[in-house]
């Protein structure tokens, strides 16, 4: 067996690990390992195809850097399948939430019920919890937490996957005296868009600790000189609102198409979908979003 050979065996091995690992855990850095993975794994797999089988007798770089190459562009074109599914698609991109009373709100999970206790123990009281339907049965599911003060608001979210697993994000949210909204999320998925003037995102997806993402939000607000105001709307009217004011801030700036237009063209415009694509792309290999 030919050392090339060798190391694609073992790559394989390592990809077969991990993916396994996914299918339970359900963590976006195992998904950028997968990523960066299958490009390997593609450029060897070409290689191997064009010297073992075909027997070219051109140099085995030139074929992993032509394996390198092509694969950004299968993946793109795969992508942008994708972004026009989702365009098209009856999945809503900004959700309206309803209360959930069907006691489902926690997985029942190690890792979930650690969670809960750090909660517990911080003193973050329990506010309500939302659900929101998307397609083919699935439903995002969001408990919603305030601080003793009431100035900070955490939206637990649980993503359904694929493969039938729960990923988990949390959100941090503070609102200031002159009407700034703070956030500070770890949520991975693309999003592309804008958000209100009024708000400061900060994105971290690759802090996947709820307490480590808290501990950055907070010295976000320490170096904030104006006091905050205590959340006193119910989570469900202030998060459809978030909601509604999203959608009507990314149409006015040409991200979505009027709804007039979604049945003939989809949701998202030209542009929409091309931020989407590089944000997919940013997230997939580097676990960046773009800079809100």
Avoid at 41 to 69: C, K
Avoid at 110 to 136: G, P, T, Y
Avoid at 218 to 227: D, F, M, N, T, V
Avoid at 268 to 284: D, N
């Amino acid at each position: 067996m030919s050392p090339l050979a060798v190391i694609s065996c073992t790559l394989l091995a390592v990809y077969a690990t991990v993916a396994y690992a996914q299918q339970s855990l359900a963590s976006p850095v195992l998904t950028i390992v997968g990523h960066w993975l299958r490009w390997a794994l593609f450029a060897i797999a070409l290689t191997l195809l064009a010297t073992e089988i075909f027997e070219s007798d051109r140099p085995l770089w030139l074929w992993i850097v032509t394996g390198l190459l092509l694969w950004p562009m299968l993946e793109t074109m795969y992508t942008w399948l994708e972004i026009r599914a989702l365009s098209h698609s009856t999945l809503p991109l900004f959700p309206s939430f309803k209360l959930n009373r069907e006691g489902d709100a926690w997985p029942n999970q190690r890792r979930f019920i650690s969670l809960r206790d750090w909660l517990r123990e911080e003193k973050f009281q329990h506010v309500q919890s939302l659900k929101a339907d998307l397609v083919d049965g699935h439903a995002l599911r969001v408990s919603v937490f305030n601080d003793a003060d009431a100035n900070i608001r955490l939206q637990v979210m649980f993503l359904p996957q694929r493969s039938g697993n729960v990923s988990v994000c949390a959100v941090f949210s503070s609102l200031t005296q002159s009407g700034v909204r703070l956030v500070t999320d770890n949520v991975y998925l693309p999003f592309g868009g804008f958000y209100p003037e009024n708000w400061e995102v900060e994105r971290h997806p690759w802090i996947r600790s709820t307490e480590a993402l808290m501990c950055r939000h907070l010295r976000r607000l320490a170096g904030r000189p104006e006091h905050l105001v205590p959340f006193t709307d119910e989570p469900i009217s202030d998060l459809n609102q978030q909601q509604r004011i999203i959608e009507r801030t990314n149409t006015e700036l040409g991200f979505l198409l009027p709804r007039s237009q979604h049945e003939e063209y989809g949701v998202l415009t030209w542009e929409g979908r091309y931020r989407v694509w590089k944000e997919a792309w940013l997230l997939s290999y580097f676990g960046l979003p773009r800079r809100y």
